[in-house]
């Protein structure tokens, strides 16, 4: 294969360019949530089908409740109205549905891979920025907004109107115990900022990610919005492939040779160039939380919070100054000095089963002395934690054990961070708001969560592994 | 889609970079229908007190920037979510136009869909204009699509500049007849179906 492994997907699905370059793609599959109510309504006013609902496969996440999987427990009627649509829209244009129920069920972009839908070598789209998660398998997959949802109802096709940039990250050697995917996600963040990666399509390479589990490339590759990528994607190796095997909407039989023998071939070629590189070493990242409103605000358990003062520039200490001032915290305090008042386990960042694998083993025999919420990522994922006793784990330690959902990462459902509160979460986005209205989100791993629900402060779970407290 | 035409219009600074979607309309908001408007809800969090009542020094409030119809941003302005609301709040409240020196990717793609049009100019002019329009509370941007101009500031003499800007043609071209892309693109349906039938026998599995 020539070039990159994104040139040769983009390729793949191009249909055709037009004179002015603007490009149409074909959509290999694509997924809809609850948030998909205003594409399905477009599409239904201009009087069109669905072009390819043996291609498109939902279910709700955004909205539902994490105490009870069923639409009765939808206490406000608006939200009640969102997860409604979706069924209804399904229904009404036989797209396949996991709905509130089915044990299938969960969060848009952990049930894609988990259900064989996500794979290598698809173009494939969501109207959800986090989409790149599934670039984790060798997709090209990234998010798209309403509009654009019903354009590819409409057409299973997407107009673009140039290609992206290609940036490749690559990450070598062994991580630390304690250290974690989302720790090496959040250091190239930090390392390459929120706007790093705009405009770009970021492969990551590098011995750190071919050892790494698919769960853990989910991590990285869904962050990869984060540092403001369209896309995030790892070459599919043995790991993928043994990943996808014998899952439900993965090719079987004589397909499945025939699609692994074309899988294989999905690299970047050695002299692929690529129109920015990074380089970190895995020895050199040290367990990761946020301090500040952006995810390039994060920083080593072990460090400080920044001074405005030592900023480069003066727009970046007005920005160091207005996130410290939110936070509620203080220039050069310790990373461990962060107050916690709440805790989430969960997310299309975190919510799999080697998240919630993580997360127990620091919970064991612990007490959490804040609430804290853990809500697996589907109920597949639910139910496979209940078959190892993570959920007994948890509840011992005095964790709350929700309905797969999205939950406390958006807050869309009802479950909010109270005002001036600082969580630590495992999701994806401390921005002003977030996790509700004046909510202090610290982004961490799940094992960081865990540790933070025992102390209640940002604490290096290194520590805690190692029996100190 | 209401066609755009050239917008003369008040410009309100926006001093703040990386200014994500969640701050433009918080997530809570996003049940609403379309049709019921989000213009009311633009930067809600940032806009007003926890009771609701209007922070008085926030730009938008103040009534020199009232009717403003274009946007002078920071640097990746719009990043984070890929909800389509964030453009449909702006348009709501009456903007056409944002100028910041990056976007964020998806929330740059939704305003086309929108008749909003968002320009990308240098970081350094950006930072000049909106100190410019902040000396000048109330001060106008003329934008020019046809030409691919943004001039001004208007009536002050203060950092005037008739800015050259980039757009793709079909963008462009779809913005200035008021057309979405759906129509465009069912056009090519032959096209579409050839492609499928090689696509499906390629990758049978799909």
Known sequence: MAGTLFDHIWDRHTIMVRPDGAVLLHVGRHLVHDGSRAGF????????????????????????????STLEAIAEPHRREMVAALTENARASNVTLFDLGDVRQGIVHVIGPEQGITLPGLLMVCGDSHTATHGALGALAFGIGASEVSHVLATQTLWQSSRPKSMRVTVDGDLGPGVTPKDVILAIIAKISAAGGTGHVIEYAGSTFRNMSMEGRMTVCNMSIEAGARAGMVAP??????????????????????AVAYWRGLVSAPDAVFDSEVYLDAAEIEPMASWGTSPENAAPVSGLIPDPAHAPDAERRGAIERALEYMGLKPGMRMEEIPINRVFIGSCTNSRIEDLRAAAEVARGRKAIIPALVVAGSGLVKQQAEAEGLDAIFKAAGFRWGEPGCSMCVGMNGDIVAEGEHCASTSNRNFVGRQGRGARTHLVSPAMAAAAAVTGRITDVRKLMAGGI | MRKFETVEAVAAPLEMPN???????????????RSDGYGDLLFNDIRSDSDGSRKPDFVLNRPAFAGAEVLVADRNFGCGSSREHAVWALADAGFRVAIAPSFGDIFFNNSFKNGFLPIVLPEARCNELRAALARNPGAKLVVDLEAQEVRGPVGVNDGFAIDHFEIDPFRRELLLAGMDDISFTLSQSETIGRFEDRYKAAMPWV
Do not use: C, M, N
């Open chain 1, 41 to 68: 309504k477009a599409l239904a006013e201009k009087g069109l089908p669905v072009r390819h609902p043996e291609r498109t496969f939902g279910t709700p996440d955004h909205y539902v409740s994490t105490h009870a």
């Open chain 1, 237 to 258: 190796d043995e790991t993928t492939f043994a990943y996808l095997k014998g899952r439900p909407y993965a090719p079987q039989g004589a397909d499945w040779e025939r």
């Open chain 2, 19 to 33: 200014v994500d979607t969640d701050q433009i309309i918080p997530a809570r908001f996003l049940w609403r229908a």
